[in-house]
Nanobody, 126 residues
Framework: QVHLQESGGASVQQGGSLRLSCVAS????????MAWFRQAPGKEREVVSM???????TYEDSVKGRFTISRDNAKNTLYLQMDILSPEDTAIYYC????????????????????WGQGTLVTVSS
């Protein structure tokens, strides 16, 4: 059974930076599409960024140029570097692994991902 554990969430001021980490219990992050989702209070969970097994990355429009997804295969760890944070980025952030395919879905939804971490809270104050 694969487990994902996020860390790195914190409370920061607008304009600040954070780096989230997601450690996998087994060697899996380089063989599947991996993603970061977030869920703000009262809103649906939305995809923030994805990285396929061959390293292709995608970003939600509002985070392009501010967030960077990456992974360290040797450490079985997925990262999300978040810069120029704004209050609109406040949410619980989740990492997730796609169920089968190494490629990432063109129109991602939560149903494409079957392994989830417990989430880490990011709060950005103005």
């Amino acid at each position: 059974q694969v487990h994902l554990q996020e860390s790195g969430g914190a409370s920061v001021q607008q304009g600040g930076s954070l780096r989230l980490s997601c450690v996998a219990s087994v060697d899996t992050i380089n063989s599947r599409c991996m993603a970061w989702f977030r869920q703000a209070p009262g809103k649906e969970r939305e995809v923030v960024s994805m990285i396929s097994s061959d390293g292709r990355t995608t970003y939600e429009d509002s985070v392009k140029g501010r967030f960077t997804i990456s992974r360290d295969n040797a450490k079985n760890t997925l990262y999300l570097q978040m810069d120029i944070l704004s209050p609109e980025d406040t949410a619980i952030y989740y990492c997730a692994r796609r169920s089968v395919w190494p490629t990432c879905p063109g129109e991602p939804s939560t149903s494409h991902f079957n392994i989830w971490g417990q989430g880490t809270l990011v709060t950005v104050s103005s």
